[in-house]
């Protein structure tokens, strides 16, 4: 193996919202040396959220990305948002990252968006080990979230450790490799644990847990199997070798316990961070993604941009070769060289000059004019694509318009730096009022865009209400023919086409085909085609929603030897397409929401009946710690205004988190009126 690659980890943090993923990052800077003081989120001091709209509500929005050192192994750490508005952030990280830390509540254990996270990084193949944190709090366990785990993931889980002491009690771990107790006396970071004998009471479920753990990983080796079977003491190095080959295999899980807050269990954390997750020459890749080789030719991921004082900075993912600055990359999806002015190491908001990249390397490259999110950028002689990030549903519009002229003027400027930056957006120019509507995954995506408009670029705004982002489709196939003819004295317009148009099973999107043979258009037209559907379809065409889940299948045509154009079959192919939804059985299709409802019991009657009112369907409860977890599936139309009723229902008590879904049909009843806006 490589010798510095060896000593590489590349790593991400992801957790539901609250579970304490920021804070125990910040214990992760200071344990490491790279912070002298520890920054809090409740006091707005912390490292990784830098920006201000971060400090301000105490959440994560942007991933940051820091480099650490711990046992002379460097660590290049992303901080991702848990709030599920920025799910894309986490998405995009892991498509690079080769290890995560997932942080669980020890209260709350699987929580909905530790459960999207786990099935992105179940999707990328990226190995795990589990932080069960705030187990300090009233209420927490950390078998029984070790158990939702296996419940809620279908994780095979590994404990490693088992907690000293409950809730506020709670002082240490048991390591159960070297069976030794690890004891955190006070809560000042700068005092180290004490390493003690394992405590009477616990002996026992040591014992017996530490018997599954070494049942468990032996099977990883054949030496370690061999001398299991034998009744011999198995070496803990070698059961760390077993314990790491069947994380990188995705065998199980190691799971971890402490409280970051109380700076328990951070240094023990960060061990299983070198011992047991991947270097960059551990992971297997997917077909298409080359191995980790600094001599090879260059390729890298382009997985986030970023506006900033330092102009425009793309962050990179180096899978094979080294980049050099000053050096001209091929953007594969584009198809154009790119100069690489600078590059960067990121330490957060701060950054570090370098003159070169090698494989295994994240880091930011400046100069990059149009590489975007999920472009490959590799070496000119040896083009490739890796495989593109995928993008979220946006479900949730609103309009935005300049408040004066010359906000106009920068309106527009400002609005492609931010999709540049987020592109779980979208925009798109309402024919009808004149407005932009600018779409997302949620309302407070959508506020934090609107305020980065105004406090970066400068761009007052008049904000329409959020609504919800509706889809039309097709309910039966039509064919259309659609004859464009005009003539104004000098060279005119002729297209003919001839489309069917099918439904498509929700979700597909939009596809194209052609079946043309004999020339009857001319291969050059058939791209204008094309692009003349999907132009209709995005400006919708009964209620002006976009147009999804169909396909469009050009039959046949024809076409003029002078007066055909690419425009004119473009115009004749979006005015068949809106005849094609006039004929078809246009429906409008809703976002439909998954919603977890978390309440005491005695609130749950009434969080059921509610939810029923609003059209919701409740796929199931369990009991999660005191309270009751409500899963159900309900449309974003109704969902507006619900947590201050879900507040009068349970006396402030009980809480929601949700997520898109799917889309669906809007039943016949409520139609016209969401239609009508």
């Not at 070198?274 to 270097?279: G, I, M, N």
């Not at 908001?349 to 472009?375: N, Q, W, Y």
């Not at 009857?520 to 929603?545: D, H, I, N, T």
């Not at 402030?652 to 009843?669: L, N």
């Amino acid at each position: 193996m490589n010798s510095k690659l060896e000593k590489l980890r590349n790593i991400g943090v992801i957790a539901h919202v609250d579970a304490g993923k920021t804070t125990t990052t910040e214990r992760i800077l200071f344990y490491t040396g790279e912070n002298h003081r520890i920054g809090e989120v409740h006091t707005g001091t912390t490292r990784m959220d830098f920006d201000p709209q971060e400090r301000a509500r105490g959440i994560t929005i942007n991933s940051a990305a820091i480099t650490v050192h711990w046992k002379d192994v460097q660590i290049n750490l992303i901080d991702t948002p848990g709030h599920i508005d920025f799910n894309i952030e986490v998405n995009r990280s892991l498509r690079v990252l080769d290890g995560a830390v997932v942080v669980f509540d020890g209260v709350a254990g699987v929580e909905p968006q530790t459960e999207t996270n786990w099935r992105l990084a179940d999707r990328y193949g990226v190995p795990r080990i589990a932080f069960v944190n705030k187990l300090d709090r009233v209420g927490a366990d950390f078998l029984r979230v070790v158990g939702t785990m296996k419940d809620r993931l279908g994780a095979t889980v590994l404990p490693l450790q088992l907690p000293i002491g409950s809730e506020g009690d709670f002082r240490g771990v048991v390591d159960l490799l070297t069976m030794r107790a690890l004891v955190w006396e006070h809560d000042d970071a700068r005092q180290p644990f004490r390493e003690d004998e394992v405590p009477a009471e616990l002996m026992d479920d040591a014992i017996r847990w530490r018997s599954r753990l070494v049942e468990a990983v032996v099977e990883q080796d054949e030496r370690a199997l061999q001398a299991y079977l034998d009744g011999e003491t198995i070496e803990v190095d070698l059961l760390r070798a077993c314990i790491r080959r069947g994380t990188l295999s995705g065998a199980f899980v190691p799971a971890l316990a402490g409280s970051a807050f109380r700076n328990r269990g951070v240094e023990p954390l960060l061990d299983a961070v070198v011992d047991y997750l991947p270097a960059p020459e551990d992971v297997q890749r997917p077909e298409g993604v080359p191995a980790s080789d600094p001599q090879g030719p260059f390729a890298a991921l382009a997985f986030k941009v970023v506006a900033d004082q330092h102009g425009s900075m793309v962050f990179v993912r180096v899978y094979r070769g080294t980049l050099r600055r000053g050096e001209s990359v091929l953007d594969a999806n584009t198809g154009r060289m790119e100069r690489v002015a600078r590059i960067l190491e990121v330490y957060a908001d701060d950054h570090v000059e370098r003159e070169e990249l090698r494989a295994g390397d994240i880091a930011a490259i400046v100069g990059l004019k149009d590489t975007l999110t999920g472009h490959t950028l590799c070496d000119p002689k040896h083009p490739l694509h890796l495989e593109e990030i995928s993008i979220p549903e946006a479900v949730i519009d609103v309009s935005i318009e300049p408040r004066t002229r010359e906000d106009s003027q920068g309106m527009a400027k400002a609005l492609q730096s931010l999709l540049r930056e987020d592109p779980s957006l979208r925009m798109r120019h309402d024919a009808d009022s004149g407005q932009t509507i600018l779409s997302g995954m949620g309302e407070l995506q959508l506020e934090v865009s609107v305020e980065k408009l105004r406090e970066r670029h400068g761009v007052e705004l008049l904000v329409g209400r959020p609504r919800v982002a509706y889809r039309e489709t097709i309910a039966r196939t039509v064919e259309v023919r659609h004859v464009l003819k005009k003539q104004t004295g000098g060279p005119g317009q002729f297209a003919e086409v001839l489309l069917r148009f099918e439904p498509l099973a929700r979700g597909e999107g939009i596809r194209f085909a052609h079946e043309v043979v004999g020339g009857s258009v001319p291969r050059e037209f058939v791209p204008a085609v094309e692009q003349g559907v999907r132009r209709a379809a995005q400006a919708g065409v009964v209620g002006g929603y976009p147009c999804v889940d169909f396909q469009a299948t050009l039959l046949d045509g024809r076409f003029h030897e002078r007066d055909s154009s690419s425009l004119a079959f473009e115009l004749a192919a979006a005015a068949a397409t809106r005849e094609a939804f006039a004929q078809a059985e246009a429906q409008l299709l809703e976002p439909v929401m998954a919603v977890e409802v978390l309440t005491p019991v005695e609130y749950l009657g009434d969080c059921i009946g509610d939810l029923h009112r609003r059209r919701g369907v409740v796929r199931g409860q369990e009991p999660r710690g005191n309270a009751v977890a409500i899963e159900a599936r309900v449309p974003l139309r109704e969902m507006f205004g619900y947590i201050g009723r879900l507040r009068a229902l349970s006396s402030g008590r009980a809480q929601f988190t949700m997520q898109f879904d799917h889309y669906d049909t809007v039943p016949a009843s409520v139609a016209a009126e969401a239609a009508a806006g």
